[in-house]
């Protein structure tokens, strides 16, 4: 009796540590979310009908997210893209009291000094948006086509490093990502490796 004990107190235990829902995988109908921008105004996926979605997942004081904000990239990309009306949505998925957390007035004086562009940041304090994607560092970049389906998943370009100069190098995995989906085309490559810095999660998964 102990062993069957056991045994069913740690098949719980998996079963309850277990994510709630696999990760969303390329063709498929992107995790609906409803979540509070920095701006203080909710933001839902299934209200952007036809529109071309990107999430960039951010942590400000990330070397590698200053690599694209340093240079310029990723403002310039925001500007780009909201101008052929992308709705880019930056996601804040630290916790707080972890490396990247910042308060939604902290979050605005911040794009301003920098010149983001964003259309919002997302605030995701608990991660729960972060884990529905299975975003996994920051940069970590997706694209949700007109249809509201996941057409690319991955790194923001071929190079992963932190050095500002290979910015200008790498291959724009992104921006060729989000031509080929408002086009209609084929996205190719459709999933890259993300790199950068583990992004700081709440620990409790509750």
Not at 38 to 45: A, E, F, P, R, S
Not at 60 to 81: G, I, R, S
Request: charged share 25%; proline share 5%; aromatic share 8%.
């Amino acid at each position: 009796m102990k062993l069957v004990s056991s045994l069913l107190a740690g098949m719980m235990a998996l079963a309850f540590s277990a994510p709630l829902m696999s990760a969303p995988k390329i063709g498929e109908m992107a995790p609906e979310f409803s979540v509070k921008g920095h701006d203080g105004k909710m933001y839902k996926l299934s209200d952007l009908k036809k529109k071309h979605v990107v999430l960039e997942w951010w942590n400000k004081d990330c070397p590698y997210v200053k690599k694209h904000y340093d240079t310029n990239n990723m403002q310039e990309l925001q500007a780009t893209f909201t101008g052929k009306d992308v709705q880019w949505f930056t996601v804040l998925s630290s916790a707080p009291n972890k490396q990247g957390y910042m308060k939604a007035a902290e979050i605005a004086e911040y794009m301003k000094k920098t010149k983001g562009k964003p259309t919002v940041v997302l605030l995701d304090p608990d991660g729960k948006l972060g884990r529905m994607y299975d975003a996994k560092v920051t940069p970590h970049m997706y694209v949700i086509n007109g249809e509201g389906k996941l057409s690319y998943n991955g790194a923001i370009d071929s190079i992963s490093s932190t050095k500002k100069a290979d910015v200008a190098k790498a291959d724009k995995y992104l921006v060729n990502a989000v031509n080929a989906s408002m086009m209609g085309k084929t996205v190719s490559p459709n999933v890259t490796k993300p790199y950068g810095c583990s992004i700081k999660y709440k620990s409790n998964r509750t």
